[in-house]
C-alpha cells in the first residue's frame, strides 16, 4: 500500500478502527521482515509495517539524519491516520522512535524498543570509525548488496536462527539500495539520546537478545533502569534479529507487554 501524498509505502493487516501497532525495520530490513508479526498481531491490533524513507516503494529522504527519519515517521503516521499508535522500533527504528518521543511526547500510547541503543557515540570515535569501514569497505571495494547480504546477516543472527526467518532477512538485505544502506550508516554516527531517556513518560519495553553484538544485552539493561516506567526482557541465544530469528518468542515477548498495555488503558 502506499500513503495519500505517495511518499511511503507499507504492508497491513488487521480492522483499521482497531489500536495502531506500527513495525519499524532496521538498516538491512523491509516491512515485509515484519510479516509473521502482522499475521500474529492483525487479529487484535491495526498492524502496520513500513518500508523506511529510500526503501522498498518508500521514496528517499533530501538528506537522511535521525530527527528528519522521525519527522518523515511522524508524517507517515499523520498520512495513515493513525491514532495513539504502539511503535515497535527494531534497530536503528528505535532510535527513530526515541527521537520521535522527544519532538512528540504523548504522539505513542506504548513503545517497544528493540535491540537498538541510545547512542552511537562520536563522529571522530575509533570504535565508529571502525564499525563504519567494516560495513562500507566492501561497497567500496565493489561487492554489492546482493553479494553481502548472506554475510551480513549471518554476522548478525545468533544460535539456530529459523530457517525461513533467514532467508527472508537475506531477501530483504539483498534488496536495500546501497544508498540508503550508505547513508543510513552514516546517519548513526553520533546519535545520542541518552539525556533524554528519563523523559519518555509512557510504557516502554526494551527487548534485547543474548547473543546481539549490535545491541549488546547488558546496554540494553542499563538502559532500561533510565526509563521511568519500562520492561526489559532478554531473549537467550537471539542475535540482531529476533523477530526473524526466533518469531515466537519475540512474538510472546511483544504479546505479553501489549496485553499489560491494553488491560492498563483499556
Same mark, same amino acid.
Given at each position: 500500500?502506499?500513503?495519500? =501524498?505517495?511518499?511511503?509505502?507499507?504492508?497491513?493487516?488487521?480492522? @483499521?478502527?482497531?489500536?495502531?501497532?506500527?513495525?519499524?525495520?532496521?538498516?538491512?530490513?523491509?516491512?515485509? *521482515?515484519?510479516?509473521?508479526?502482522? #499475521?500474529?498481531?492483525?487479529?487484535?491490533?491495526?498492524?502496520?509495517?513500513?518500508?523506511?524513507?529510500?526503501?522498498? $516503494?518508500?521514496?528517499?529522504?533530501? *538528506? %537522511?539524519?535521525?530527527? #528528519?527519519?522521525?519527522?518523515?515517521?511522524?508524517?507517515?503516521?499523520?498520512?495513515?491516520?493513525?491514532?495513539? !499508535?504502539?511503535?515497535?522500533?527494531?534497530?536503528?527504528?528505535?532510535?527513530?522512535?526515541? &527521537?520521535?518521543?522527544?519532538?512528540?511526547?504523548?504522539?505513542?500510547?506504548?513503545?517497544?524498543? #528493540?535491540?537498538?541503543? @541510545?547512542?552511537?557515540?562520536?563522529?571522530?570515535?575509533?570504535?565508529?570509525?571502525?564499525?563504519?569501514?567494516?560495513?562500507?569497505?566492501?561497497?567500496?571495494?565493489?561487492?554489492?548488496?546482493?553479494?553481502?547480504? !548472506?554475510?551480513?546477516?549471518?554476522?548478525?543472527?545468533?544460535?539456530? @536462527?529459523?530457517?525461513?526467518?533467514?532467508?527472508?532477512?537475506?531477501?530483504?538485505?539483498?534488496?536495500?539500495?546501497?544508498?540508503?544502506?550508505? #547513508?543510513?550508516?552514516?546517519?548513526?554516527?553520533?546519535?545520542?539520546?541518552?539525556?533524554?531517556? &528519563?523523559?519518555?513518560? %509512557?510504557?516502554?519495553?526494551?527487548?534485547? $537478545?543474548?547473543?546481539?553484538?549490535?545491541?549488546?544485552?547488558?546496554?540494553? *539493561?542499563?538502559?532500561?533502569?533510565?526509563? @521511568?516506567?519500562?520492561?526489559?526482557?532478554?531473549?537467550?541465544?537471539?542475535?540482531?534479529?529476533?523477530?526473524?530469528?526466533?518469531?515466537?518468542?519475540? =512474538?510472546?515477548?511483544?504479546?505479553?507487554?501489549?496485553?499489560?498495555?491494553?488491560?492498563?488503558?483499556?
Amino acid at each position: 500500500m502506499i500513503t495519500k =501524498d505517495g511518499r511511503f509505502a507499507y504492508e497491513a493487516a488487521g480492522l @483499521p478502527d482497531a489500536t495502531p501497532l506500527i513495525f519499524l525495520h532496521g538498516i538491512g530490513g523491509a516491512a515485509r *521482515a515484519w510479516r509473521q508479526q502482522l #499475521a500474529t498481531f492483525g487479529d487484535r491490533f491495526h498492524a502496520i509495517a513500513w518500508d523506511m524513507p529510500g526503501y522498498g $516503494g518508500s521514496a528517499p529522504l533530501a *538528506a %537522511v539524519s535521525i530527527p #528528519a527519519l522521525a519527522d518523515a515517521l511522524q508524517q507517515f503516521i499523520a498520512q495513515i491516520g493513525a491514532a495513539n !499508535p504502539i511503535l515497535v522500533g527494531h534497530s536503528i527504528g528505535g532510535m527513530i522512535v526515541q &527521537k520521535l518521543l522527544v519532538q512528540s511526547p504523548k504522539l505513542a500510547r506504548a513503545v517497544v524498543l #528493540a535491540q537498538t541503543s @541510545p547512542a552511537f557515540g562520536k563522529a571522530d570515535g575509533d570504535w565508529q570509525k571502525s564499525f563504519i569501514a567494516a560495513r562500507l569497505g566492501p561497497l567500496d571495494r565493489g561487492e554489492t548488496m546482493k553479494s553481502l547480504a !548472506p554475510s551480513l546477516v549471518k554476522e548478525l543472527v545468533g544460535e539456530d @536462527p529459523d530457517p525461513k526467518g533467514m532467508e527472508l532477512a537475506r531477501e530483504c538485505m539483498a534488496s536495500v539500495p546501497e544508498a540508503s544502506y550508505r #547513508a543510513m550508516m552514516l546517519a548513526l554516527i553520533g546519535f545520542d539520546q541518552r539525556s533524554t531517556l &528519563k523523559d519518555i513518560s %509512557v510504557p516502554t519495553l526494551l527487548l534485547s $537478545g543474548s547473543k546481539d553484538n549490535n545491541a549488546p544485552a547488558p546496554m540494553m *539493561a542499563k538502559t532500561a533502569t533510565y526509563i @521511568p516506567s519500562a520492561e526489559y526482557v532478554e531473549l537467550a541465544g537471539v542475535g540482531h534479529l529476533a523477530n526473524l530469528e526466533r518469531p515466537h518468542a519475540f =512474538d510472546d515477548a511483544l504479546g505479553g507487554f501489549l496485553d499489560s498495555v491494553t488491560a492498563k488503558s483499556g
